[in-house]
């Protein structure tokens, strides 16, 4: 299992960042040979659960994404003049240990270190369940903020453009 897990993460985490033609379809994954955070992490979770392997869990997770943890979103950020705003991330945990094969570029700090809230959840949910969870975030942060639901919705999203444009 350990092998074919190793090689499967790879294959996975090799492939392009990109949202898929159906943001909740992870099966487009090795169809359309790209992925998001939620594809890429959905589609491995599936195969973990059709082979038994109990240890890989699927994690929602809301971070402030900044310039430091997630490079290509500074200037952005900077021209609304943000420092971070809420982003909604899966990832996987195997045997408790964090495993990211969304395949963007490290940033100067880890976005594990900016995880406000986190949830495990099932391939199922990275659809209209993850966009609900997230938009209800963003709706309570906008609070602490000069700026609606809106406008800090649209301005994560040309983050993720800023992102796959990379």
Same mark, same amino acid.
């Given at each position: ?6 090689? #499967? ?18 099966? +487009? ?7 998001? /955070?939620? %594809? ?8 973990? %659960? @059709? ?8 994690? +929602? /997770? $809301? ?17 609304? @003049?943000? *420092? =971070? ?6 990832? #996987?945990?195997?045997?408790?240990? +964090?495993?990211?094969? %969304? ?10 270190? *900016?995880? $406000? @809230?986190?949830? =495990?959840? @099932?391939? =199922? ?12 975030? $963003? &709706? &309570? ?5 000069? #700026?609606?639901? %809106? ?6 999203? =040309?983050?993720?453009? *800023? +992102?796959?444009?990379?």
């Amino acid at each position: 299992m350990e092998n074919e897990l190793s090689l #499967l993460l790879e294959e996975i985490k090799s492939l392009p960042y990109g949202r898929n033609s159906d943001r909740s379809d992870y099966t +487009l994954v090795p169809i359309e040979k790209k992925g998001s /955070c939620s %594809t890429k992490h959905a589609y491995i979770k599936s195969i973990a %659960t @059709q082979n038994g392997w109990e240890n890989v869990k699927l994690i +929602l /997770c $809301i971070y402030l994404m900044n310039a430091d943890n997630t490079p290509g979103v500074a200037q952005t950020l900077s021209k609304h @003049q943000l *420092a =971070e705003i809420p982003e909604a991330h899966t990832y #996987l945990e195997i045997d408790g240990n +964090l495993v990211d094969v %969304t395949g963007l570029a490290n940033g100067s700090s880890s976005f594990e270190n *900016a995880i $406000i @809230q986190k949830e =495990e959840i @099932q391939p =199922e949910q990275i659809g209209d369940y993850k966009v609900s969870y997230h938009k209800q975030f $963003i &709706s &309570s942060w906008s609070n602490t903020t000069s #700026l609606s639901t %809106t406008e800090l919705w649209g301005i994560r999203e =040309e983050c993720i453009r *800023a +992102l796959s444009a990379r």
